[in-house]
């Protein structure tokens, strides 16, 4: 708000006028989008706190169970380019309030199961299709769309938005577990996703234009960061923007590194932490309520990345996340006891600053090589993370009821994220001979890039 002299005839210098300036309506956008993810993430913080009460409820093995985690995680990644393609035909509104009412009826008739194939089209299908359509491919469209200036920040936030999910559910959820059983938990989940539907369809919008307005800190010569659908269907969009960008080695290298970020955190540590720390005599709300720390520190560090990244080479930055995750996870396995004793708090809090910081590089980087299809690439690129903590989760599952503990898990993941710091400081080598930049607009730089494709972005 600003006071302004009235103009017009003698007023005297004691006339003023209240000037109000409302905030740009891109973040009240950003504010529904924020909302979103947190209802739709409630259902993601609920399978570590389930694992055990279903195990000894219906008698499946934990590797069933995680099998289970694994299709939810798998299609939870699948689904987010083609959900950032449908973005572009139907609009952000209708997938959106579609999804969120997935995760409900998923999430709501896991009460009704009796069998552990229900158990898959429940927690698998119905859930995976729901939080896909909302993944990280959701938060890259908004950003895209409605920010040019504090991009990077926005994606943080945004990111933060599912670990802000996992604070406010996980003690929750493994309270209400533990005094009234999981069906109480699973239907909590199902009416807090079903809530924010009415928000989202009256207050979140496709596109600037649709309000008579221009992105955040759009300038005379800036232009939409993701154009207007193209001809065909979404799934063909998805699947020719994943065409193009397979034909480059930056997107092979992200995947990758990506992937292993997914069986890190979601795969390994967000589905079997509670189980494991169980194992050593630690209860159930104990290791909840740690995992719910790694929550709340997410929430600083992913914002902190994303200022970061408006900053620093993402490069630079993915390399050192996943380098100090893959040292922390080499010494979590000594770090289990019957109490949450100072050395795993420490680790904790350092695990949840790691967490997800390295979405806002990774969709920097998406934007940076592959253009407007930026978004549907990350898509793409997010599906590979996906793939990797589906295959974490059934795997460590696996370790489990093999070996009898998860020590082979942690130490293989500690080794497996150190190896994504490798890959991603591969990419300097690319930037140095000039190899970066989008082709043109929706096309994938080639890798190294053809003299042409210099010339054009030159």
């Known amino acids: 708000m600003a006071l302004g002299p009235l103009v017009g005839p003698d007023r005297g210098p004691q006339n003023y006028r209240v000037i109000i300036r409302r905030p740009h309506p891109a973040w009240f956008v950003a504010a529904v989008a924020f909302v979103a993810l947190v209802g739709a993430a409630g259902f993601r913080a609920t399978p570590s706190v389930l694992l055990r009460p279903l195990h000894e409820e219906f008698g499946w093995s934990l590797g069933t169970i995680s099998a289970a985690v694994s299709v939810n995680l798998l299609l939870y990644g699948l689904t987010a380019p083609f959900a950032a393609a449908l973005m572009e035909k139907f609009g952000l509104r209708r997938v959106v309030t579609a999804a969120l009412v997935l995760v409900s009826a998923g999430s709501g008739l896991t009460v009704f199961m009796q069998h552990s194939w229900q158990l898959v089209l429940c927690w698998g299908v119905l859930v995976g299709l729901g939080t896909g359509s909302m993944a990280l491919a959701f938060v890259a469209v908004v950003a895209n769309r409605w920010f040019v200036a504090r991009r990077g920040l926005v994606v943080g936030v945004l990111t933060a938005g599912g670990a802000a999910g996992q604070l406010v559910f996980l003690p929750l959820l493994a309270r209400l577990t533990g005094e009234h059983g999981w069906r109480v938990a699973a239907l909590t989940v199902a009416a807090a996703a079903l809530s924010v539907v009415p928000l989202v369809w009256w207050r979140l919008r496709d596109r600037p234009a649709d309000l008579g307005v221009t992105a955040y800190g759009a300038g005379p010569g800036d232009v939409a960061a993701v154009p207007s659908a193209a001809p065909g269907s979404a799934a063909r969009n998805a699947l020719r923007a994943l065409g193009q960008a397979a034909r480059t080695r930056p997107f092979w290298l992200l995947a990758g590194g990506f992937a292993i970020c997914g069986a890190t ?40 990345s994303g200022w970061l990244t408006d900053r620093v080479d993402s490069r630079w930055l993915l390399g050192g996340y996943y380098a100090l995750r893959g040292l922390s996870l080499l010494v979590l396995p000594s770090l289990f006891a019957a109490t949450a004793h100072p050395s795993m708090v420490v680790f904790i809090l350092f695990y949840g600053l790691d ?12 934007r940076e090589y592959f253009g407007a299809s930026g978004a549907v690439v990350f898509g793409w690129v997010f599906a590979s993370h996906q793939v990797g903590a589906a295959i974490a989760a059934t795997a460590a599952g696996l370790v489990r009821d093999r070996l009898g503990d998860y020590d082979a898990a942690w130490y293989g993941a500690g080794a497996l994220a150190l190896a994504a710091s490798l890959l991603s400081l591969m990419l300097l080598a690319g930037k140095r001979r000039g190899d970066v930049g989008p082709a043109g607009p929706g096309i994938g730089v080639a890798f190294p890039a053809s003299p042409a494709a210099k010339a054009a972005i030159t």
Not at 277 to 290: K, P, S
């Open 355 to 366: 967490w997800v910081a390295t979405v806002p590089p990774t969709v920097a980087l998406c």
């Open 265 to 304: 955190t979601n795969g390994l540590v967000g589905t079997h932490f509670i189980p494991a720390a169980h194992d050593h005599g630690m209860t159930e709300t104990t290791a909840a309520g740690l995992l719910a720390l790694v929550g709340l520190f997410d929430i600083v560090g992913t914002i902190a």
